[in-house]
């Protein structure tokens, strides 16, 4: 996709979003990809007739790019209409499908067959609906099932395991007979350490985490996939995203979560062509930091406005505000609970 020099020249609307959406549409595969890639090829091999299919966990704080590796695996292998001499039908060699939030057994085993195609996914018993499944399974040639955002077994209010949900997904997975991968969050261990019969169901269990930035060679592979995206982005000129300098700005920003540094570049993309801008400045990026929020870093400041940004000394202080702050909650926690104390002992 081209895009022309802007020279200063503000755009429309329209080829603001175009650009907008172009960067959206950006994926650099994390160093880990292919390692992710090849076990998921090689577990879809060995699990093909097998009397005790593979199972894999996957699993790793959200955007680290969990979804965009399956996902791309599922595009491996796209749904085809397959004739015969005795019917038509799909074939569906990697079924991707997202747990729905606080999942029953029904609304899971639902859920499935929704993406299978099946018109009557909400009609049916759940033995039924897992029945269904079965012979689709077998009907559609399906040979690997992929459950994502598997946390969702986990009741975000009570952080209660849904037990009988769990129960369901360790019985069908043993008898569906195909390979199965469980993708989710960290929290979503919970699940096994509830479950131990799933536990050793899904005994290989790998994650995937964001960029570390410690060693001279985590640096460097931080700042080739810099330069990797920034080669991509919609603009005839670089942004020199892989400067040693810009590098330490935008990891104390991300955190090395790929998701973060897409989501500040998309913003920046739009500051910089509203101001018919060429490339991504720093000022581009300072601003585009205030439209990004994250409630887990209070203390977290703007490296783009700081002409002389030190990552170590700005992590140390982030952290020792945050270390301030959680203190005193502790005390406030102590005086409450005290107060409640002494009020009840009055009464």
């Known amino acids: 996709m081209e895009f022309e020099q802007l020279n200063g020249k503000a755009p429309g ?36 007739g097998s009397v005790c299919p593979d199972g894999l966990f996957i699993f790793g704080p ?15 292998y796209p749904r085809e209409i397959i004739i015969t001499n005795d019917r038509e039908y799909t074939q ?12 029953t057994p029904r609304e899971l085993a639902s859920k499935i067959l929704k993406e299978i195609g099946d018109p009557f996914h909400h009609k049916g018993t759940l033995s039924e609906l ?102 991509l982005l919609p603009f005839p000129d670089l942004a020199n995203l892989a400067d040693p300098r810009l590098a330490d700005k935008i990891y104390y920003i991300s955190n090395g979560v790929p998701f973060y540094v897409m989501k500040l570049l998309e913003n920046a993309t ?14 581009h990026m ?9 409630v887990g870093r209070p203390f977290v400041v703007n490296p783009f406005t700081d002409a002389h940004f030190d990552l170590e000394a700005v992590s140390k202080s982030e952290a020792d505000a945050m270390n301030r702050y959680k203190e005193k909650l502790i005390v406030k926690r102590k005086r409450s609970r005290k107060k409640d104390s002494h009020e009840l002992s009055l009464k």
């Open 13 to 48: 609307l329209k080829e603001i979003k175009r650009r907008v959406e172009h960067v959206k549409s950006i994926i650099v595969h994390h160093p880990k990809y292919g390692e992710f890639l090849e076990e998921l090829e090689t577990m879809l091999v060995l699990s093909e």
């Open 62 to 76: 959200t955007g680290v790019g969990k979804s965009t590796v399956t996902t791309e695996f599922t595009e491996r």
């Open 92 to 103: 569906i060699p990697v079924l991707h499908v997202r747990v729905p939030p606080k999942a």
């Open 130 to 231: 897992t029945s269904r499944i079965h012979r689709f399974v077998r009907e559609l040639e399906i040979k690997m099932i992929i459950l994502d955002e598997f946390q969702h077994l986990i009741d975000a209010d009570t952080d209660h395991v849904l037990t009988t949900a769990s129960n369901w997904v360790k019985t069908f997975t043993e008898e569906i007979r195909i390979a199965v991968v469980l993708c989710g969050m960290p929290e979503s261990v919970k699940v096994f350490i509830s479950n131990g019969q799933l536990d050793r169901r899904f005994c290989n269990k790998v994650e995937l985490e964001p960029f570390a930035y410690g060693t001279p060679e985590e640096i460097i592979n931080f700042r080739v996939f810099l330069k990797k995206v920034d080669g």
């Open 270 to 283: 739009y500051f910089a062509v509203k101001a018919g801008e060429d490339k991504i400045t720093e000022n």
């Open 286 to 294: 300072a601003k585009a930091l205030r439209k990004i929020k994250q």
